[in-house]
């Protein structure tokens, strides 16, 4: 094996030497270097499969392996002569990932791929946990969707039946779902030092049961069964029928000798060593060697000590001897107080299970000449081990006692129902009587063991391994049924199949898995199975449990503990998740009402209240649907039964109803860009969420897909405690809105904004509302002002237009038609994002005197110079003034055709509009005749630029189609910056795109684009409302993709298409402080000429 491993790695680094100088060179430097494969939209997810083994289809090779992630298909290698690189130049499939690493590369281009859409594909191959994942595997129990819309529960997964490998399937199945085992071979970490290929496939099937990334809701154990067949040199094999009990010894001593902490010696089978230091494990038709003091996970988990007396007969002595016999018969009473003639020797040995034997079935019919199926609790077997009960060995003739002396952490109960005389094997169908929770075992410890202090002698069961009867036996089932003929008579095997009874903790749920086959079943049903093997979990210490009162107690506290029984709604498969929609206004669909509504779970109306006088109480009565859930606190009730459900499995639907985020979840939801699937099998990235048009609202929904993506007013709105004392319906839909577009639980790929829409149409007093045509900047203005004036750290007040206050510490803001009195100190998330200085220079033109002041004005005149030094005849005032956004004038079209008879669209560098804030150039005022110039006093976090297209002259709105050439990174503001800014030490004047709204001219004249389209024309003449619609660009930090919304309409697309759309609102975000920038460079050169 180890030399094996050395030539893999040699050919993988021969092989991957020349192609991997370029990748590594690519790694190291930026982001922007990395190649984007064009070729992503060929995968095909639903014909990959990893459970495989990994050989290729060509030349059956199993090193260097690679898969086709566009057929499925496995190949070796991906140089030019590779298998892998003549089949992309074949069948034109160029996208391949590497088995082993998980590396995605592009032939026959030979460039490794980097793109957070292929998470899913990597954590389907190889699903990768972190310590905090692992911790609530046992916690969170919400379902997961696969490829074709289907949900399964992370852990309850099925296993293929490949060839009578059931008896395998169980066993894993059951050992999965012990917390210790499963969170140690989930942890790659703790064996990757060891060569095994078991430990290896044992522990990527322990991953990919509980991974939330599965293509399909079942796995394949094929490796899995390989290197079973492998390590027990073919006595597992697939193909032949084996008992789980034989199998689940030989596992576990398996792993205890691959994980034990000594050096692993191998011996032959006739040199069985006996040393007192060594144990003799018998596997694989060898002896293995382990210390006794060998510990491993194994042990940890399942070994416990019991202490066997042996009681051998004493042979009778010669007649010569009697005297001698006599005089020593104390003390052979002493060795013997129980029976007289036997001597007693006593031996503490581990376990890693207890065998219990089942009473023989009764032969003989009753008197309605049925058999009866015999029944006995496993208190009754659990005598063998009260330490006073003898065992008779029919061989040499002594007798034993067994006592427990040290617990197990998990303790496995196998039942032995099969018996083989060599003929057929026979089975037993006692049914034994076991409990689900508090089996106590406290009578069967020794005395030295229930002295110990925080014993906890409880159990509860985890899985039970079942063996179903065939068909054609199972069906006589009952009191006239033969044990038998149900048991079976074959040559050596017996017939029928097994599964096992599971219980997810997180969902406090019981499934019964037969191979691919995942159903509920009520606990009372488990009980009544014909049990095989059992994993009991040990109960924490409880000082109020009462060990020597155990039958009372256990009455009482199953009396008192009913709280904990919570009722199990039988109604939960009637829930049609696909008729589920929160999006529209809570209001009652019979009743009109909005208080205290309801949504039915079954067919997804809307009723209120759940009393006996409700409508959604007479719908559960008339219909039959039963289960509702509160709209306001999520709470699912039963009705008419009114009692409340409890299910983890319900939590996609509270999340889809209002979902919840965790600081941890939104402090990564920019890092994590991995797609999520909805009901229907297609997948959306939390953030990149179609909203849906209702009526002329795209302008709106542009805007608040813009604001969606500014990181800090995102997670100020996600975390509802920011805002929950404020009563304002604007707020928490806005909120509510937020946690959707960003949530991994929608059940479609895209949100209807109705009940926004109604906020904002109540705030706006019908200002902005559905059917009606809105310009997008007039919208972003009033939404940024009264965000601001709701969330404003002093009291609202509301006065009426007339009393408008213009004190010196107050601000007018003028929404709904009414004076807002706000301070000028008040500050939000608002003013904290997007809030900045411009200082503004007035030069008003100086009026003329009279011939009597002539003199005056003379005497004066130095001073008016020195007032305006830039221009004669002016004085300037300088006021700084906050902004939320900078508007910019595009200039106008040309109206005159060029020498080719049509008329060009110009372009212009935001560069030159932006010269507007440089302090120097003078913009003209119309009406009084006085000149402004502006530049920037303090920068925003988030800058927003407003570009006017548009121009109303009362008449009809025209749009003005110029190109504004602009930068998606490093859009730099030092020249727009007062000296005394630039002068600040860190200050970073560079600025990323987040987000771009454009706007779309109406089909009849997009289409006329072009050298050739008139400009005129292509704006339209309409009355006071433009047509068309508007999209929005916005980029996903997670992915550093770009993506194009247009309502539900979500495609890729490329950074430089987008600088080359009409480009209307800008949303920018300010970058980390670069030491390195040329803007440092510019401003100590400045200094420097000062």
């Known amino acids: 094996m180890k030399r094996n491993r050395e030539t893999y790695e040699q050919k993988v680094k021969e092989e991957n030497k020349v192609f991997d100088n370029n990748n590594n060179n690519n790694n190291n430097s930026n982001n922007d270097d990395i190649i984007q494969c064009p070729y992503l939209d060929t995968i095909n997810r639903e014909v990959l499969d990893f459970d495989f083994e990994k050989q290729c289809s060509v030349s059956l090779a199993n090193i260097n392996i690679y898969a086709c992630l566009v057929c499925g298909r496995y190949f070796q290698g991906r140089g030019k002569k590779s298998p892998a690189y003549y089949h992309s130049l074949q069948v034109d499939h160029h996208v391949f990932i590497n088995l082993r690493t998980g590396d995605i590369y592009c032939l026959p281009d030979q460039y490794q791929v980097f793109d957070n859409s292929l998470k899913d594909i990597q954590n389907a191959l190889n699903p990768t946990f972190t310590k905090q994942e692992i911790a609530r595997l046992d916690i969170d129990g919400k379902s997961v969707r696969t490829l074709d819309g289907k949900t399964y529960i992370p852990g309850i997964v099925g296993l293929n039946n490949i060839k009578h490998n059931d008896s395998i399937n169980v066993v894993i199945q059951s050992l999965l779902h012990v917390p210790v085992l499963r969170n140690y071979f989930i942890e790659e970490e703790n064996y990757k030092d060891i060569d095994s290929g078991l430990l290896n496939s044992y522990g990527e099937m322990n991953r990919k049961v509980w991974s939330k990334d599965l293509f399909r809701g079942h796995i394949s154990p094929h490796e899995l069964l390989q290197a079973i067949r492998e390590n027990s040199n073919k006595r597992f094999r697939i193909g032949q029928k084996m008992d789980p009990g034989e199998f689940l010894v030989w596992f576990l001593n398996e792993l205890h000798y691959l994980l034990q902490n000594n050096a692993m010696t191998e011996q032959p089978l006739k040199k069985r060593l006996t040393n007192n230091n060594e144990v003799v494990v018998n596997n694989n038709q060898q002896a293995r060697i382990v210390s006794k003091k060998a510990t491993s996970i194994i042990t940890d988990c399942f070994q416990g000590k019991v202490r066997v007396t042996t009681y051998e007969k004493i042979k009778k002595k010669k007649n010569k001897e009697e005297n001698e016999e006599e005089n020593n018969n104390k003390k052979k009473k002493k060795e013997s107080k129980k029976l007289v003639g036997y001597s007693s020797k006593k031996k503490t040995i581990p376990f890693l299970y207890l065998t219990l034997d089942v009473p023989p079935a009764p032969v003989f019919k009753d008197s309605l000449e049925k058999n009866q199926i015999p029944q006995v609790p496993l208190f009754v077997l659990l005598e063998k081990f009260n330490g006073e009960q003898l065992l008779h060995q029919t061989i040499s003739g002594n007798k034993q006692s067994f006592i427990i002396t040290q617990l197990p952490r998990y303790l496995i109960i196998y039942i032995k129902r099969f018996t083989d005389n060599h003929y057929f094997t026979e089975k037993n169908p006692t049914i034994v009587n076991f409990p689900i929770k508090d089996l106590d075992l406290y009578d069967y410890c020794s005395k030295k063991l229930r002295k110990k202090k925080n014993l906890s002698t409880t159990y509860n069961l985890?899985?039970?391994?079942?063996?179903?009867?065939?068909?054609?036996?199972?069906?006589?089932?009952?009191?006239?049924?033969?044990?038998?003929?149900?048991?079976?008579?074959?040559?050596?095997?017996?017939?029928?199949?097994?599964?096992?009874?599971?219980?997810?903790?997180?969902?406090?749920?019981?499934?019964?898995?037969?191979?691919?086959?995942?159903?509920?079943?009520?606990?009372?049903?488990?009980?009544?199975?014909?049990?095989?093997?059992?994993?009991?979990?040990?109960?924490?210490?409880?000082?109020?449990?009462?060990?020597?009162?155990?039958?009372?107690?256990?009455?009482?506290?199953?009396?008192?503990?009913?709280?904990?029984?919570?009722?199990?709604?039988?109604?939960?498969?009637?829930?049609?998740?696909?008729?589920?929609?929160?999006?529209?206004?809570?209001?009652?669909?019979?009743?009109?009402?909005?208080?205290?509504?309801?949504?039915?779970?079954?067919?997804?109306?809307?009723?209120?209240?759940?009393?006996?006088?409700?409508?959604?109480?007479?719908?559960?009565?008339?219909?039959?649907?039963?289960?509702?859930?509160?709209?306001?606190?999520?709470?699912?009730?039963?009705?008419?039964?009114?009692?409340?459900?409890?299910?983890?499995?319900?939590?996609?639907?509270?999340?889809?109803?209002?979902?919840?985020?965790?600081?941890?979840?939104?402090?990564?939801?920019?890092?994590?860009?991995?797609?999520?699937?909805?009901?229907?099998?297609?997948?959306?990235?939390?953030?990149?969420?179609?909203?849906?048009?209702?009526?002329?609202?795209?302008?709106?929904?542009?805007?608040?897909?813009?604001?969606?993506?500014?990181?800090?007013?995102?997670?100020?709105?996600?975390?509802?405690?920011?805002?929950?004392?404020?009563?304002?319906?604007?707020?928490?839909?806005?909120?509510?809105?937020?946690?959707?577009?960003?949530?991994?639980?929608?059940?479609?790929?895209?949100?209807?904004?109705?009940?926004?829409?109604?906020?904002?149409?109540?705030?706006?007093?019908?200002?902005?509302?559905?059917?009606?045509?809105?310009?997008?900047?007039?919208?972003?203005?009033?939404?940024?002002?009264?965000?601001?004036?709701?969330?404003?750290?002093?009291?609202?007040?509301?006065?009426?237009?007339?009393?408008?206050?213009?004190?010196?510490?107050?601000?007018?803001?003028?929404?709904?038609?009414?004076?807002?009195?706000?301070?000028?100190?008040?500050?939000?998330?608002?003013?904290?994002?997007?809030?900045?200085?411009?200082?503004?220079?007035?030069?008003?033109?100086?009026?003329?005197?009279?011939?009597?002041?002539?003199?005056?004005?003379?005497?004066?005149?130095?001073?008016?110079?020195?007032?305006?030094?830039?221009?004669?005849?002016?004085?300037?005032?300088?006021?700084?003034?906050?902004?939320?956004?900078?508007?910019?004038?595009?200039?106008?079209?040309?109206?005159?055709?060029?020498?080719?008879?049509k008329n060009q669209i110009p372009q212009v560098p935001l560069f030159v509009l932006l010269e507007k804030f440089n302090g120097e150039q003078l913009l003209h005022q119309t009406i009084s005749g006085n000149k402004q110039s502006f530049i920037i006093t303090q920068l925003p976090r988030y800058l927003i630029i407003y570009i006017k297209r548009f121009t109303d002259n009362h008449y009809f709105t025209e749009k003005n189609p110029t190109i504004v050439n602009f930068p998606i990174k490093d859009l730099d503001l030092y020249d727009y910056c007062s000296k005394k800014l630039r002068k600040k030490k860190n200050l970073s004047t560079t600025y990323n795109l987040l987000a771009n709204i454009v706007h779309v001219s109406p089909e009849e004249d997009s289409s006329n684009t072009g050298s050739s389209a008139d400009p005129k024309k292509k704006a339209g003449k309409q009355h006071k409302k433009i047509a068309g619609s508007y999209k929005v660009d916005i980029l996903n930090k997670a992915n550093n993709r770009w993506f194009s919304i247009e309502d539900l309409i979500v495609n890729d697309i490329l950074p430089t298409l987008i600088t080359l759309s009409e480009a209307y609102i800008q949303i920018y975000e300010q970058q980390p402080y670069n030491p390195n920038h040329d803007n440092n460079n510019e401003s100590n050169n400045n200094n420097n000429n000062n």
Not at 818 to 833: L, N, P, Y
């Open 462 to 901: 985890l899985a039970n391994i079942v063996h179903v009867s065939p068909e054609e036996d199972s069906s006589n089932t009952g009191s006239s049924a033969d044990p038998k003929k149900k048991a079976g008579k074959q040559h050596k095997k017996i017939a029928g199949s097994y599964k096992v009874d599971i219980l997810n903790k997180a969902n406090n749920r019981w499934f019964s898995i037969e191979d691919l086959i995942v159903n509920d079943i009520l606990p009372t049903l488990i009980t009544l199975s014909e049990a095989y093997i059992q994993i009991y979990e040990q109960q924490p210490y409880n000082p109020n449990h009462d060990n020597n009162n155990e039958s009372n107690n256990n009455n009482n506290n199953n009396n008192n503990s009913n709280n904990d029984d919570i009722i199990q709604c039988p109604y939960l498969d009637t829930i049609n998740r696909e008729v589920l929609d929160f999006d529209f206004e809570k209001q009652c669909s019979v009743s009109l009402a909005n208080i205290n509504i309801y949504a039915c779970l079954v067919c997804g109306r809307y009723f209120q209240g759940r009393g006996k006088k409700s409508p959604a109480y007479y719908h559960s009565l008339q219909v039959d649907h039963h289960v509702f859930i509160n709209l306001r606190t999520g709470d699912i009730y039963c009705l008419p039964d009114q009692y409340q459900v409890f299910d983890n499995s319900l939590k996609d639907i509270q999340n889809a109803l209002n979902p919840t985020f965790t600081k941890q979840e939104i402090a990564r939801l920019d890092i994590d860009g991995k797609s999520v699937r909805t009901l229907d099998g297609k997948t959306y990235i939390p953030g990149i969420v179609g909203l849906n048009n209702i009526k002329h609202n795209d302008s709106i929904n542009v805007v608040i897909q813009s604001l969606l993506h500014v990181p800090v007013l995102r997670n100020y709105f996600i975390e509802e405690e920011n805002y929950k004392d404020i009563d304002s319906g604007l707020l928490n839909s806005y909120g509510e809105m937020n946690r959707k577009v960003w949530s991994k639980d929608l059940f479609r790929g895209h949100i209807s904004p109705h009940e926004l829409l109604q906020a904002i149409r109540e705030n706006s007093n019908k200002r902005f509302r559905i059917g009606q045509k809105m310009d997008p900047g007039e919208f972003l203005v009033w939404f940024l002002n009264e965000l601001h004036y709701l969330l404003q750290n002093n009291a609202m007040t509301e006065q009426p237009l007339k009393k408008r206050l213009t004190n010196n510490n107050e601000v007018v803001v003028n929404n709904n038609q009414q004076a807002r009195i706000v301070s000028k100190k008040a500050t939000s998330i608002i003013t904290d994002c997007f809030q900045g200085k411009v200082r503004v220079t007035t030069y008003e033109k100086i009026k003329k005197k009279k011939n009597k002041e002539e003199n005056e004005e003379e005497n004066n005149n130095k001073k008016k110079k020195k007032e305006s030094k830039k221009l004669v005849g002016y004085s300037s005032k300088k006021k700084t003034i906050p902004f939320l956004y900078l508007t910019l004038d595009v200039p106008p079209a040309p109206v005159f055709k060029d020498s080719l008879e």
